[in-house]
């Protein structure tokens, strides 16, 4: 059964730095087949897309919705895919979603959490 799992999240302060990870299992072709991307929901918003990484290699931020500095990156022999979140703002402070998309099926980690408080 495919799965996805997030790891890495936690507390930061202002400006601070956090790495997120979602391994995942269960995906026949492993990520590499797969384009993988991080979500982000904060409290009474809708959840949006903060970067995507496409199978194919492509790694596309989306600014408007990224404050800080982030860097999508994946490892393909170790099915992990990371958000390297740098600079943060409490704006930002979120729960973080790992989706990965194969052929015409989305799937979903259960998700994180991200505080950036002083």
């Known amino acids: 059964q495919e799965q996805l799992v997030e790891s890495g999240g936690g507390l930061a302060q202002p400006g601070g730095s956090l790495r997120l990870s979602c391994t995942a299992s269960?995906?026949?072709?492993?990520?590499?087949?797969?384009?993988m991307s991080w979500y982000r929901q904060a409290p009474g918003l809708k959840r949006e897309l903060v970067a995507k990484?496409?199978?194919?290699?492509?790694?596309?931020n989306y600014p408007l919705s990224v404050q800080g500095p982030f860097t999508i990156s994946r490892d393909n022999a170790n099915n992990t895919v990371y958000l390297q979140m740098n600079k943060l703002n409490p704006e930002e402070t979120a729960v973080y979603f790992c989706?990965?998309?194969?052929?015409?099926?989305?799937?979903w980690g259960k998700g994180i959490q991200v505080t950036v408080s002083s």
């Open positions: 269960g995906f026949t072709g492993g990520i590499s087949v797969l384009t």
């Open positions: 989706n990965a998309i194969k052929d015409d099926s989305n799937y």
């Open positions: 990484h496409t199978k194919f290699g492509h790694a596309v």
